[in-house]
């Protein structure tokens, strides 16, 4: 699936299309599929860059952004943000909290009367 990148006051070279890709494609290690990615880039008058991410996965969305002045720096700031929201949607069902309600049951013992 390829992303939706969109530049404001920018415009979207092939190396920054190819670097955002790039790092979509090094998300799959999760297994998690993606049914919508989108990329947001703008420079605002200060000169700093700000770049969003948000996509869209069966178990919810993930939305992440990053602003700083070298935009490639961004770029990689906003994706580890996003690869730790997968990394907890991912494991999430092996989580401690899913592990407590395999509890075993307590035995009653029977008395003699």
């Given at each position: 699936?390829?992303?939706?990148?969109?530049?404001?006051?920018?415009?979207?070279?092939?190396?920054?299309?190819?670097?955002?890709?790039?790092k979509?494609?090094?998300l799959?290690?999760?297994?998690?599929?993606?049914?919508?990615?989108?990329?947001a880039?703008s420079t605002?008058p200060?000169?700093?860059?700000?770049?969003e991410i948000?996509?869209?996965?069966?178990?919810?969305?993930?939305?992440?952004?990053?602003?700083?002045?070298?935009?490639?720096g961004?770029?990689t700031?906003?994706?580890?943000?996003?690869?730790?929201?997968?990394?907890?949607?991912?494991?999430k069902?092996?989580?401690?909290?899913?592990?407590?309600?395999?509890?075993?049951a307590v035995?009653?013992?029977e008395?003699?009367a």
């Amino acid at each position: 699936m390829t992303a939706n990148i969109t530049g404001k006051n920018l415009d979207i070279t092939p190396a920054i299309r190819e670097r955002i890709e790039f790092k979509f494609k090094k998300l799959e290690k999760y297994q998690v599929p993606f049914i919508s990615q989108q990329a947001a880039i703008s420079t605002e008058p200060n000169r700093q860059f700000k770049v969003e991410i948000s996509a869209a996965i069966p178990g919810g969305q993930l939305v992440a952004s990053a602003e700083q002045d070298d935009m490639y720096g961004a770029i990689t700031e906003v994706f580890q943000k996003l690869e730790r929201q997968l990394n907890k949607q991912a494991h999430k069902p092996a989580s401690r909290r899913a592990s407590h309600s395999n509890k075993p049951a307590v035995e009653e013992e029977e008395t003699e009367a």
